[in-house]
């Protein structure tokens, strides 16, 4: 009793400190959302409605749809080659690798767009070739899927290399001295390992997918129904005025957040309790 | 029977393993027994083809295995931390290796459960098919990484440490066990383990490796009672060493020449190996080594005496029978080895 006094601070400092949490956490994150969907519904439901299913914006949600749908898997291969390599080899550069996987989270987004730019765009390194072949990459959904695929690379290796490297080798060594192949090592030891670290890598490859602005935003040149995802659309529309438009989109995204947190503490709840169960 | 022929491995600029050789005959029981960092570990994963030598050949029935795959071998191993497959059942762990065979040789479903169950019962767990790892005691689930390697029916049983993680009771009964097992099916093993006791206790016999050669191969009794090395004598049993001279013949400590024959040792320093059980103290008697008693406790069936001597900077442990007045702490006596070796100086 007399020990956890010692650590226990006074009744008022305590309500003072959450207090001040709740207070921080309500103005800048609770508020704001608020308002996305009070302005995206302030002239009524039908208001909202229309906004989505108008042409441009329905365009931009598949648009949205097709990135994430092509990207996703492409980064949860990605993610895992690079985590298995990292996690079950040892190989020269294998930590200039990790760090390679942390750039497209220390550079800045509009970075990340340039550089596809400066690769693909017409004054590029490879444009003059791509003009002669007749292939668009800039300016066009290539361009998006490239520009997301790095700006989303990280999620998926970065939940599993320190999962994959607690778990080390011994269960993959286990199959094969069984007789198991690769493929079914891989199918029936690793991929049931990792996959709740895994299912939460692809969620957050999958909010950062949809809601990706600044890379986006160098390489997709804004034209309207072709080449605008969802945030595109959003901020085309707020500069334009469209307010209603803009915050229904908006709280589509929104709402895509919110599922993506739910999802996450549910999947959270999981892993921890069979990362906690399973002992060894 | 298996070959180890001049196998050698490196990691990186570490040598784990140089130049070993080693020969094990069918149905031998096998300890490779050495503290951490002798390339015990590695040398039992080279043999299983886990890891793969720099230089040498691995031969089984005087086949040249070294290019095969762990899977080609015919080998069964169990790892320290069982390793078994968490998202399974006991029941599925066991009948992997014959649910992952080819269309070809892959018995039925129900084969394999039966066969699953008829090896969970071999290793006393019958009944327990249904559960998964996670539910099982560490001793339960180490028998389920042997049921799960002897469902291959594996020539030969690799185990890695194999009571490492155990509790000490559990660990003796597991012990006893496994060497049974080993009878009744007829296998040749081998386990490592840093586990002396264990080691001599099992083992036909055992392998003393250090710093990634071969100390000494012998049966218990030989590691024993002749060690080939002051590293063995060291590691396997309780040993004192003194520091000694040999000058003329006599072995001398701190200015005293003690009643021990040098034998063909060449005059110098050398070091002077004797085991606790292998002591007689006396009053005043000249030949012996004088100590200083400092502690005295009872150690199982005999009272472990230490004493002291200024020459000697370690405690000397000396074991009397139980049945007689051991001395008193203070107490000035005379310490005679009546068994002991002389290692040359300078070796660990």
Redesign the interface.
């Known amino acids: 009793m007399s020990r956890a006094a010692a650590v226990t601070e006074s009744r008022l400092a305590r309500a003072l400190l959450i207090g001040g949490a709740m207070a921080f956490l309500g103005f800048f994150l609770l508020l704001p959302l608020l308002a996305v969907f009070s302005e995206g519904l302030k002239q009524g439901w039908s208001a909202f409605a229309a906004a989505i299913v108008e042409h441009d914006a329905l365009a931009a949600i598949r648009l949205t749809l097709i990135i994430a749908v092509i990207s996703v898997p492409l980064n949860v291969v990605f993610g895992i080659a690079a985590s298995w390599a990292i996690a079950k080899f040892n190989f020269k550069g294998k930590s200039l690798l990790i760090t390679l996987i942390d750039l497209p989270f220390s550079v800045s987004p509009v970075v990340s767009g340039l550089i596809f730019v400066l690769l693909f765009g017409a004054h590029g390194l490879l444009g003059p070739w791509l003009q002669a072949h007749d292939l668009k990459i800039i300016f066009a959904v290539p361009g998006i899927v490239l520009a997301t695929v790095f700006i989303t690379f990280p999620f998926v290796a970065r939940e599993l290399i320190p999962l994959m490297m607690e778990q080390g080798k011994d269960d993959e060594e286990a199959a094969v001295s069984l007789g198991a192949n690769g493929w079914q090592t891989f199918w029936h030891v690793t991929l049931p390992n990792i996959r709740w670290g895994l299912l939460y890598g692809v969620l957050l490859c999958n909010a950062r997918a949809m809601g990706e602005f600044g890379a986006v935003s160098v390489v997709s040149g804004h034209i309207r129904g072709m080449t605008n995802t969802m945030p595109l659309h959003v901020e085309i529309l707020y500069n334009e005025y469209d307010f209603v438009g803009a915050f229904a989109v908006a709280s589509l995204l929104a709402v895509l957040a919110l599922v993506t947190l739910v999802a996450k503490s549910v999947l959270e709840w999981r892993f921890d309790y069979h990362h906690g169960g399973a002992g060894h | 029977m298996i070959t180890v022929q001049n196998i050698s491995k490196r990691f990186g600029d570490y040598p784990a393993l140089h130049d070993i050789n080693l020969t094990i005959q069918p149905g031998e029981f096998i300890a490779l027994l050495g503290p951490s960092g002798s390339g015990k570990t590695t040398l039992l994963r080279i043999i ?1 083809g ?1 890891e793969f030598q720099d230089g040498g050949k691995v031969l089984f029935d005087g086949e040249d295995v070294s290019d095969r ?3 080609e071998r015919g ?3 169990v ?1 320290q ?7 399974m059942t006991v029941a599925e762990n066991v009948g ?2 014959l649910s ?2 080819g269309r070809k040789d892959r018995p039925s479903k129900s084969e394999i459960k039966a066969r699953a169950e008829e090896l969970l019962s071999l290793v006393q767990l019958g009944g327990l098919g249904n559960r998964y ?2 539910q099982l005691s560490g001793g339960q ?1 180490q028998r389920v ?1 042997l049921a ?2 002897l ?2 029916e594996p020539q030969l049983l690799l185990l890695d440490e194999p009571f490492g993680a155990l509790d000490a009771k559990v660990r003796k009964d597991l012990r006893r066990w496994l060497r049974q097992l080993h009878e009744q099916m007829g296998l040749t093993s081998i386990f490592v383990t840093h586990d002396q006791e264990e080691a001599l206790e099992l083992a036909d016999r055992i392998v003393v490796m250090d710093h990634g050669v071969i100390e000494q191969v012998g049966t218990a009794e030989q590691v024993y009672m002749d060690p080939a090395s002051p590293f063995v004598s060291d590691f396997v049993g309780e040993i004192n060493r003194l520091p000694v001279m040999i000058a003329g013949g006599e072995v001398q400590l701190g200015g005293i020449s003690l009643a021990i024959p040098a034998g063909e040792h060449p005059d110098g320093p050398a070091q002077l190996h004797f085991r606790p059980h292998d002591v007689e103290l006396a009053d005043h008697q000249p030949g012996g080594l004088p100590i200083t008693i400092s502690n005295i406790f009872r150690k199982g069936g005999c009272w472990r005496v230490e004493g002291h001597h200024a020459a000697v900077d370690r405690v000397i442990e000396i074991d009397l029978d139980a049945g007689v007045a051991p001395p008193i702490i203070g107490q000035q006596l005379v310490a005679f080895p009546s068994k002991s070796r002389i290692f040359a100086a300078g070796c660990p």
């Open positions: 299983a886990l795959k762990v899977a080998v069964g191993f790892f931390h069982y390793a078994l497959f968490r998202h992997f290796g992952v065979r790892p996670a689930r990484a799960r390697a469902a291959v």
